[in-house]
Nanobody, 124 residues
Framework: VPLQASGGGLVQPGGSLRVSCTVS????????IGWFRQAPGKESEGASY??????????NYADSVKGRFTISADNAKNTVYLQMTNLRPEDTATYFC????????????????WGKGTLVTVSS
């Protein structure tokens, strides 16, 4: 499995959680990498954009998570992280990592490869 997300779970509103994505078969610094999420019951809408790091290191965030989420990578471990703080119930979703060159408004956000997601539930 080229991408494997982990670290999801149940967290209270205002809490923090870090999810991880381990990649195999390619170097993390050779491609763009990103996080996307799909809220429960909205499978027909597809996954929405959360954050990406381009292959040249530029980082971007969705407005809804800016200032609360941080994407980072450990190239030696071939692992990318998404640190989430001040979590809100509306952040509840299955979080997916994907590799490729992000492009808005195209199928699958232009990403080439997707891993299985990890569920994050924000609830009291």
């Amino acid at each position: 499995v080229p991408l494997q997300a982990s670290g999801g779970g149940l967290v209270q509103p205002g809490g923090s959680l870090r999810v991880s994505c381990t990649v195999s078969g390619f170097r993390l610094d050779s491609t763009g990498i990103g996080w996307f999420r799909q809220a429960p019951g909205k499978e027909s809408e597809g996954a929405s954009y959360v954050s990406t790091r381009t292959r040249d290191g530029r980082i971007n965030y969705a407005d809804s998570v800016k200032g609360r989420f941080t994407i980072s990578a450990d190239n030696a471990k071939n692992t990318v992280y998404l640190q989430m703080t001040n979590l809100r119930p509306e952040d509840t979703a299955t979080y997916f990592c994907a590799s490729g060159d992000y492009a808005p408004d195209v199928p699958f956000h232009g990403m080439d490869s997707w891993g299985k997601g990890t569920l994050v539930t924000v609830s009291s």
